[in-house]
């Protein structure tokens, strides 16, 4: 099950008092853990979405658990949040999670940074002691389908749509051609490098402005530009055509008292800023100042609707299905597995009950007794064979799990909770052979 907001469905300002710091997502992840209807919880904190992904044992009581813990980091009751609050379970959840790996439901269409986030969620799970669940699985598969995506479609070149966005909304407000203009980059980390990168190509001088010189300094020379601090911000926004900010504070880097002196350094001549930061980075009432045209990410996300290639986005909604449907049939098929051994484990039972019978009432050698159980054994298993190879293959289509309990009802067979009959020591042989063509 997934709880959340994103871009499509919440506003930037509920977004910004729902975001979390690795502490936060820390406190909710303990606070959910102690629910008696969460199993496993995982938190994805984006610029642009917040969700929490829970393997539950009940659905409403983990609805109920996981909206509390949201609305609270928020501040707001669930009557408050109405329609900007969504969720996604079983099917619905697996293919929300891959396309969110793939970068379908990100601003930057097909960005992949969004597969950083996965990874420290599923180092996380590790670390807590839930490798191997529910929710790890569900992790390496997503991470599977994202990689795949980017791999065998040429959806990456979606990923700078942000950036190219940017550009096209400065060369409407400057006015013609951007070529040696000046465009200041506020911030050092992955996505200012992608924006100074893309600016520099476009033939911009490019300033980086960063709260750590030495950050501010490698990626200002890798791209061929300047390197300033924070504190000459007044003095570069003046400056410059086009101002870029996206950094990881939690307050606004650029506020209206900021950007209103530089303004008056610089009469007459349009400034764009560019906020793709979320928390933002630039105070909101920056767009009402003469001359400065805001935009920021909900903006953006609109401009990149119609720019991304249909051929490529199909290719990859495409493997989002094959990989939702092969997802599925792998958890039916494990939920089969443990009919599939206990079946076994009733035969060997049978079988060996047999064999002390027949030895209790005939004298035979050891090799005589020998061949016989191989070759009662060899019957049980091509009578086996067929039953077990088609109640998996029955299995891995929608409702097939009812194959495995009538196999139940027609064996009666008692599952224990790793498919072995109560009691039994642990199995081997053609039994673990069987777990192992399931599985």
Do not use: W
């Not at 002196?261 to 800023?273: I, T, W, Y």
């Amino acid at each position: 099950m997934v709880v959340g907001l994103s871009h499509r469905t919440a506003s930037l300002d509920v977004l910004e008092r729902a975001s979390f710091d690795a502490a936060g997502a820390a406190q909710v992840v303990d606070a959910l853990s102690a629910s008696p209807h969460v199993e496993e919880v995982f938190v994805l904190s984006t610029c642009n979405r917040v969700e929490l992904y829970c393997d539950v044992s009940r659905f409403h009581g983990g609805v109920a658990d996981v909206g509390d813990a949201l609305c609270r980091r928020i501040g707001l009751g669930l009557d408050q949040l109405g329609e900007q609050l969504y969720v996604h379970y079983e099917d619905a959840g697996v293919e929300h999670l891959f396309r969110v790996a793939c970068g379908l439901d990100s601003m930057a269409v097909g960005e992949s940074q969004i597969l950083g986030q996965l990874r420290l969620a599923l180092r996380d799970l590790h670390e807590r002691g839930l490798a191997g669940g529910t929710l790890d699985r569900l992790l390496q598969s997503a991470l599977r389908v994202g990689k795949r995506a980017h791999s065998e479609t040429g959806l990456d070149a979606a990923g700078a749509g942000l950036v190219d966005a940017t550009l096209k909304r400065a060369e409407a407000v400057v006015g013609g051609p951007l070529a040696g203009r000046r465009a200041l980059v506020v911030g050092a980390g992955a996505m200012s490098a992608l924006v100074a990168t893309t600016f520099a190509r476009a033939g911009l001088d490019v300033v980086v402005a960063n709260r750590t010189p030495d950050r501010a300094q490698r990626l200002a020379a890798a791209v061929g530009g300047r390197a300033t601090g924070l504190d000459d911000l007044r003095a570069e926004v003046a400056a410059a055509d086009v101002v870029a900010s996206c950094t990881g504070a939690l307050g606004h880097v650029l506020d209206v008292a900021t950007v209103a002196a530089a303004v008056l350094d610089r009469p007459q001549r349009p400034l764009l800023v560019a906020d793709l930061a979320l928390p933002r980075d630039v105070q909101p009432d920056v767009g009402t100042l003469r001359g400065v045209h805001l935009v920021d990410l909900e903006g953006l996300g609109s401009d990149l609707a119609s720019s991304a290639v249909a051929e490529d986005l199909c290719a990859v909604r495409a493997i989002v299905a094959e990989e939702v449907a092969a997802h599925a049939a792998s958890l039916r098929a494990a939920d089969v597995a443990p009919t599939v051994v206990a079946l076994r484990a009733q035969a060997r039972h049978v079988v060996e009950g047999e064999m002390r019978r027949l030895a209790s009432r005939v004298d035979l050698d050891d090799a005589t007794r020998a061949e016989v159980d191989r070759a009662v054994h060899r019957i049980v298993e091509k009578l086996l064979h067929t039953p077990t190879v088609r109640v998996k293959e029955l299995a891995e289509a929608p409702g097939g799990v009812g194959y495995a309990a009538a196999l139940r009802t027609l064996f009666d067979l008692e599952v224990g909770p790793t498919g072995a009959l109560p009691g039994d020591a642990p199995l081997s042989g053609t039994v673990a052979d069987a777990v192992g063509r399931v599985s």
